[in-house]
């Protein structure tokens, strides 16, 4: 199976369409999971409950919305943050405001980088085209094989 | 007087001495003429018997030549008057002598010429009647021869015995004539001792009479130079009131020499009333003969003087008082510092007394020395009752008494107590809460002497104490209430616009979808209706954003450091003409660099949202001019933004500031009436001030302040 590129969580599903559009105008990616929360999430990334059967292979990139039902963006972060498996996926956290009193937590626990989401369509599709180029083609990873 | 006796007394004894020696030179005199006279009465005792012998002898050569020759003129020696001669002779030779032996010798010398005298009658008469042979046989007898030899015989035994005499005699005169010249002589050389004595005497006492004489003079004028350099006037007046004695200060009081007040007396120089008192004074001095202590208050070149005069009776020679004497000394600085010490005294009394506070002191034991009036108000008693009698431990509960022994030792030792709460116990046995501090006075010794307390009734103090706990319960209730409120509001205010901005996200990006993607199918209209719908949703989205700063602001803690003011303001027009992406018109001015401190964070949107506003509100101005500014003045920083904009109705200026304020429309210019509300928390977070002026179509100035620190 291809390698998931990006893994989307994101529980707004309009967010979720809007990004994907975003991410598939740029051209850059082609295989991107979106999940709806962070539980999901963990177990997508650990192979666990109803993903339980998946291939193990980490994504690329995973972006993450800070404000999600039942596991948030920063429960899942710290997570994978503190596990030394998947501490070296590049995490982006997804953010309404500029002003989330939560942008500090997550550096503190050792986020890649942050992006808000404009409210327009042209400056999202825009932000997250640059996001996208940047952690898919520019950022080399650290423990690339 | 002394020397006056002795020096009498000298001379009498040289008078006596001189008479002395007078008397006994007048008794040597007449002891020398005595024995001159004895001389010559010797001499006349020999030259009278002499004479006697002489004329004895002729008697019997008288007869014998009348017996040779007949011839009777020689028998004239036999008349009777050459005999009576011869015995008066005899009888004066007899008054010269004294001694019985002479006398007896004498009478025998004139029986003697009796015989003689007898035999020559014989003779004659035998011649004349017997003849001239008879007469020669009796002359041939030879017996007047006899009678002859022995009249020499008895002469010369008279002369030797005066001779004799005359020789003891002048042996004892020489004898005297010595003695005298040896008492004259001690007398003369007595009076001379007597006289170098008194003279010694006299002399040294003329020197120390001049000794004291200086020494007199001497202190005479150093009486003079006291009595006239002393700042005391000093004055003697006789029995009449007459100034017999003024000095100089006393005369300069009263603008005059002391000549010119001698003879004076007080009704001359002061009014009558003083004159009056004054000679009360010096009579009853004269009269009881004692020393007075007096004090006047005179009229003195227009100001009353006070003096206070020592007056002491002045004696004659016989103990007699004569005079009054008088050192007055100007008491009135004195007696004004006096009196102000007495007011300043009364005053502290009253202060003491009337304070709004206790007051009183205990000594040593603890008893209760003095206490003011408001303490004794407070206890209900009187001073009376209180001071010397009651100690401070009467006056407090059992629980103060047992604490009081300890704290009071203790006060002793270190001077000072402060801040100890008792409860009092009244007369009436109601109590109040006092607080107490004292300070320890201690003697010249440092042996502790009283206390000075000070005692404050903090009943209310501790009702208000209860009140303010219980207030302070309530308040930090309320504060946790509100705290809590705030989390909530904040939490509130985040996931309002965290979840309000998904939804603006949604319509906005899906009607750029519908416009893009969908282009074909969509009339102009429905183009224009779409640009509408994603207008108000970015509209909406930035309000958001702005309540979100408004929000943040006021739970931000301000972080001052030092920001220099003016380079800031023009790093901010930079980012502006970034944002504007270079089109910008206006043209920004700059004051020289300013520095205060400040949050720069918090700073930062002051500056880039008044700025921005100075640039949209004067972007419709064809030269668009901004300049940043400041002043200082009265320990705030001013800095303002003054723009030729748009500008503002003054009557309206104070809705500038508030909230969703505005004053242009949107049409005019966009805007969501938050930027000058965050502005305003801001500055009035750092502790300053904001205000505007402006005139419609002039422009507009933005002030801030930033306190000096």
């Given at each position: ?145 | ?612 506003n ?34 503002f109705d003054m009557?309206y200026a104070d809705k500038l500031f508030g909230?969703?304020q505005r004053l242009h ?8 009436g938050?930027g000058l509300a965050?502005v305003a ?9 904001v205000w505007a002026e402006g ?5 507009a100035?933005f ?7």
């Open positions: 199976m291809e390698q998931i590129e990006i893994l989307l969580v994101e529980d707004n599903v309009y967010d979720a369409e809007l990004t994907i559009q975003a991410l598939r105008e740029g051209n850059i990616v082609n295989n991107i999971v979106h999940l709806k929360d962070g539980a999901d999430a963990l177990d997508f990334i650990y192979c666990e409950g109803s993903y339980a059967g998946r291939q193990h292979s980490h994504p690329k990139l995973i972006l993450l919305d800070i404000k999600m039902p039942k596991v948030t963006g920063i429960e899942v972060l710290e997570k994978l943050k503190a596990d030394d498996k998947t501490k070296e996926i590049p995490i982006v956290m997804l953010t309404s405001s500029n002003l989330d009193p939560d942008i500090e937590k997550c550096y503190a626990l050792g986020v890649n980088s942050y992006v808000v989401k404009p409210v327009g369509f042209d400056d999202f599709t825009k932000a997250v085209n640059q996001l996208g180029i940047y952690w898919m083609m520019v950022n080399t990873r650290a423990s690339h094989k | 007087m002394q020397i006056i006796r002795t020096v009498t007394f000298g001379f009498l004894l040289v008078i006596a001495v001189l008479t002395t020696a007078i008397v006994s030179t007048y008794y040597n005199t007449r002891n020398v003429l005595d024995a001159n006279s004895l001389i010559a009465h010797t001499q006349k005792v020999l030259y009278s018997s002499e004479e006697i012998v002489a004329q004895s002898t002729p008697i019997a050569t008288g007869y014998r030549t009348y017996l040779i020759t007949g011839d009777t003129n020689y028998l004239k020696p036999h008349d009777p008057k050459p005999i009576n001669n011869l015995y008066a002779k005899v009888d004066t030779l007899s008054t010269y002598v004294t001694s019985p032996s002479q006398k007896a010798r004498i009478d025998t010398l004139r029986d003697m010429i009796g015989h003689r005298i007898l035999y020559a009658d014989t003779a004659i008469s035998l011649i004349q009647n017997q003849g001239r042979q008879a007469a020669v046989a009796f002359v041939s007898l030879n017996g007047s021869k006899k009678i002859l030899d022995e009249i020499r015989r008895l002469v010369n035994e008279i002369q030797a015995e005066e001779k004799g005499m005359l020789a003891i005699r002048q042996k004892t005169e020489a004898l005297q004539q010595r003695a005298y010249y040896t008492v004259f002589l001690g007398l003369v050389v007595l009076i001379f001792v007597i006289l170098i004595a008194l003279y010694l005497f006299i002399l040294n006492n003329i020197k120390a009479r001049a000794n004291a004489e200086t020494e007199l003079r001497d202190s005479r004028n150093l009486l003079h130079a006291i009595i006239n350099n002393t700042s005391s006037n000093i004055f003697i007046k006789d029995l009449e009131g007459r100034y017999v004695l003024v000095n100089s200060p006393m005369a300069a009081l009263f603008g005059k020499k002391p000549s010119q007040i001698v003879g004076l007396t007080d009704y001359d120089i002061v009014p009558e009333h003083v004159a009056t008192k004054v000679r009360d004074d010096d009579k009853m001095v004269a009269i009881t003969a004692q020393l007075r202590e007096v004090e006047d208050d005179v009229p003195m070149q227009g100001e009353i003087r006070s003096y206070i005069t020592a007056k002491f009776p002045i004696y004659d020679d016989k103990g007699v008082v004569k005079g009054v004497c008088g050192v007055t000394t100007d008491i009135t600085q004195r007696k004004q510092a006096e009196k102000k010490l007495k007011d300043a005294l009364t005053d502290v009394q009253d202060l003491y007394n009337h304070a709004p506070c206790g007051y009183h002191s205990l000594n040593e034991s603890g008893i209760i020395t003095e206490i003011n009036d408001t303490e004794l108000k407070w206890l209900g008693y009187t001073r009376k009752e209180v001071v010397n009698k009651m100690r401070f431990t009467d006056l407090i509960t059992t629980e103060g008494k047992t604490k009081f022994p300890q704290l009071f030792q203790q006060f002793k030792e270190l001077g000072h107590i402060e801040g100890v709460q008792y409860e009092m116990v009244r007369k009436d046995g109601s109590s109040f809460h006092a607080m107490l501090s004292a300070t320890a006075i201690f003697d010249e010794q440092g042996k502790f002497s009283h206390s000075r307390t000070t005692i404050h009734d903090i009943s209310e103090l501790k009702q208000a104490e209860q009140m303010r706990e219980s207030l302070n319960q309530l308040l930090a209730q309320q504060v946790s209430q509100l705290e809590e409120a705030n989390a909530e509001l904040n939490a509130f205010t985040y996931s309002a616009s965290h979840d309000l901005r998904a939804p603006l996200r949604a319509i906005s990006s899906f009607a750029s979808l519908l416009y893009r993607d969908h282009n074909t199918v969509l009339t102009e209209d429905g183009k224009r209706l779409l640009d509408i719908i994603r207008g108000n949703a970015k509209k909406m989205a930035q309000l958001i954003d702005d309540l979100l700063i408004y929000s943040r602001i006021g739970r931000a803690a301000v972080n001052t450091a030092e920001v220099e003011m003016v380079g800031f303001a023009e790093s901010i027009t930079e980012e502006l003409r970034d944002a504007y992406n270079n089109n910008l018109k206006a043209k920004f001015t700059f004051s020289e660099p300013h520095r205060v401190h400040c949050d720069k964070v918090l700073v930062r949107q002051v500056l880039l949202n008044l700025l921005g100075a640039v949209k509100y004067s972007s419709k101005n064809p030269n668009p001019q901004i300049h940043f500014g400041w002043y200082h003045v009265n320990r705030e920083n001013v800095f303002y933004v003054k723009d030729n904009g748009a500008g009557r909230v969703f429309s949107d049409v005019e210019f966009e805007g969501t938050v965050i928390r801001i500055v009035q977070k750092h502790g300053g001030r005139k419609p179509d002039e422009g100035t002030y801030f302040t930033i306190p000096d620190n």
